[in-house]
């Protein structure tokens, strides 16, 4: 059947397992205060990092005793695999935010200063690095399909610039999962972005600032700058582009981004394809930056992206409504090892072919299974034997 492509935890394991010599736990970070788990926080140590998800759940597997965890706006906790090894969950505690005066005006200079010092702080030449990606699609705030991918990737800069406009790059699938369900009767195939336009978005962090509306603001920690923005005037959809920089006040890098680039979304025109409507109504984009301390330079540590879509009901299908997310994670950047490209960059991720191991992804740190996952996971167990109505996708 042809079909239409439109593009667009609470679980706690308290484990402490040994895995060929290493030591294994899966824990929960949250806010010393409010006890709310806390995304996007960096675990980690000399050999080893991961990252929490939304639910604040990490797994880490290292042979080395000492564990960090660092997020900004919080004090960073210094501590010992053994140390934690009988707590459900790590609290970190909030850092006090200095009110000092904002002086108006200075938003651009501080800016202009940043752009100033990208190439100090940031590598524009060659490197390699390790990646993890999480795609997860919903239909109706049903999850419909999802796909996680460990691979390397090089490229040719972090950023594009002028001498480097393309900042193509080769990417490698070293492992994957993927399944997807759908109903026989849907003819709609929601179509994943390419790495090629993965890697774009992930290299989104200069705005002219002549065209944007400055302001800064005061709820962030003493050592950083937060600078808002949003766009003078709308553009051809009517939509005004805005978000935030947070800026280290100690060498200026740009350690935060996030944008938003739908303000207005019944505005936005529907585009049609054969006889389907469909038009993107939210899509925001978070990226955080860390230091590698060896080389001293910045790279991209992890990337997050939301985007939102409509679809109108005709003969065929009824009104809906697709959330589509990226989670984008760098465990080990600026790494010596080459890569063999084994993809089209830029083909449907989902599309992307290659077996399953369960060995590794039990052995690894970033990608967990959320309970939410876990849940559809058994759905699809459930009715992989309906083929008449349901039609299953995967490697595992």
Same mark, same amino acid.
């Given at each position: 059947?042809?079909k ?6 609470f679980?706690?394991?308290?484990n402490?397992?040994i ?15 409010s ?17 929490t998800?939304?639910?604040?759940v ?73 990646f993890?990606l999480?795609c ?45 369900? *759908?109903? =026989?009767?849907?003819?709609? /195939?929601? $179509?994943?972005?390419?790495?090629? &336009?993965?890697?774009?978005? @992930? %290299? ?6 002549d ?9 962030i ?24 920089f947070?800026?280290?006040k ?15 979304p ?15 109504t *939210?899509? =925001?984009?978070?990226?955080? /930056?860390? $230091?590698?301390?060896?080389?001293? &330079?910045?790279?991209?540590? @992890? %990337? ?26 760098v ?35 970033q990608?967990?299974l ?13 009715? =992989?034997?309906n083929?008449?109505e ?7």
């Amino acid at each position: 059947m042809n079909k239409i492509i439109v593009f667009g935890i609470f679980f706690l394991l308290n484990n402490f397992l040994i895995v060929a010599q290493k030591v294994q736990i899966i824990k929960v970070v949250a806010d010393k205060t409010s006890k709310t788990p806390l995304d996007k926080v960096n675990v980690y140590n000399e050999k080893d990092n991961s990252l929490t998800n939304r639910e604040g759940v990490f797994s880490f597997i290292s042979d080395n005793e000492n564990i960090n965890f660092s997020l900004i706006g919080y004090e960073d906790l210094k501590t010992s695999l053994h140390q934690i090894k009988n707590q459900d969950t790590i609290f970190l505690q909030s850092k006090m935010v200095e009110l000092d005066e904002v002086v108006v005006g200075q938003e651009l200079a501080i800016l202009k200063k940043a752009y100033s010092k990208l190439r100090e702080n940031y590598i524009f030449e060659p490197y390699n690095e390790n990646f993890f990606l999480r795609c997860v699609l919903k239909k109706d705030n049903e999850l419909v399909r999802f796909q996680d991918i460990y691979g390397k990737v090089s490229k040719k800069s972090i950023f594009k610039t002028k001498i480097q406009p393309d900042n193509k790059c080769k990417v490698e699938v070293l492992n994957m999962r993927k399944v997807g369900i *759908s109903e =026989k009767s849907d003819f709609v /195939y929601f $179509k994943f972005q390419s790495f090629e &336009k993965l890697f774009d978005l @992930n %290299a989104l962090i200069y705005i002219v600032p002549d065209e944007f509306e400055l302001t800064q603001e005061k709820d962030i920690p003493a050592d950083y700058y937060k600078i808002r923005f949003i766009r003078k005037e709308a553009n051809s959809m009517e939509q005004r582009t805005s978000g935030y920089f947070v800026i280290n006040k100690s060498d200026f890098a740009i350690v935060e981004t996030y944008f938003d680039f739908y303000n207005n979304p019944e505005k936005v025109p529907y585009s049609k394809k054969s006889k389907t409507e469909y038009r993107t109504t *939210s899509f =925001k984009r978070t990226a955080n /930056y860390k $230091k590698n301390l060896t080389l001293g &330079k910045y790279y991209l540590n @992890n %990337a997050n992206s939301n985007v939102k879509l409509e679809l109108i009901a005709n003969e065929k299908i009824r009104d809906r409504v697709y959330d589509y997310s990226t989670q984008y994670f760098v465990p080990n950047s600026f790494i010596s090892e080459k890569t063999n490209s084994n993809l089209s960059i830029d083909k449907d991720i989902f599309k992307v072919k290659f077996p399953y191991s369960e060995q590794f992804w039990k052995s690894q740190n970033q990608l967990p299974l959320t309970t939410e996952l876990k849940d559809f996971l058994k759905k699809v167990s459930d009715n =992989k034997e309906n083929k008449k109505e349901f039609e299953v996708v995967g490697n595992f």
